[in-house]
């Protein structure tokens, strides 16, 4: 699989007050791997609006394939007290993924990867339990 650009993304706390505008944040930092920084948040919040994304405990997964899309990226943000994402639900670690409309298999071998090592609870402490460089630097090492 070739390196899949991950991108540390500092979440600040004027942004923490809803996922609609960390998603925003992340989206607009993630510009490099992008053609339009607004369609790609529209598809991702499109995506939100069908399916939640918070689907393991402190952890939420926000993703799209979109036009939008140049190269396949992954940018994750972290904030320890928790963003509010689905029902209440509070989430630590952002992890968004952006793959090319055209690129099946090549999105879900994304997501695949990263799902297998986030069944481990090892690795998910880990994640939780660092900064966000080293988190960058863990997941983009399972790329490599």
């Known amino acids: 699989m070739e390196p899949i650009p991950v991108l540390p993304v500092e979440l600040t706390s004027d942004v923490l007050s809803n996922k609609l505008s960390v998603i925003k ?11 339009d920084i607004n369609k790609f948040f529209e598809d991702v919040m499109q995506h939100e609006q069908e399916m939640e994304t918070d689907v393991l405990p402190d952890i939420a997964l926000p993703h799209s394939k979109s036009s939008a899309v140049k190269t396949p990226f992954i940018a994750v943000g972290k904030y320890n007290q928790g963003v509010i994402w689905n029902n209440e639900n509070k989430v630590k670690l952002i992890v968004m993924i952006g793959a090319p409309q055209n690129a099946n298999k090549e999105h879900l071998a994304i997501i695949a990867k990263l799902a297998s090592n986030l069944a481990d609870d090892d690795f998910i402490e880990l994640l939780l339990n660092s900064d966000i460089q080293t988190v960058a630097e863990k997941i983009r090492g399972l790329y490599e």
């Open 25 to 35: 944040l992340m989206a607009s930092q993630s510009g490099i791997y992008l053609t």
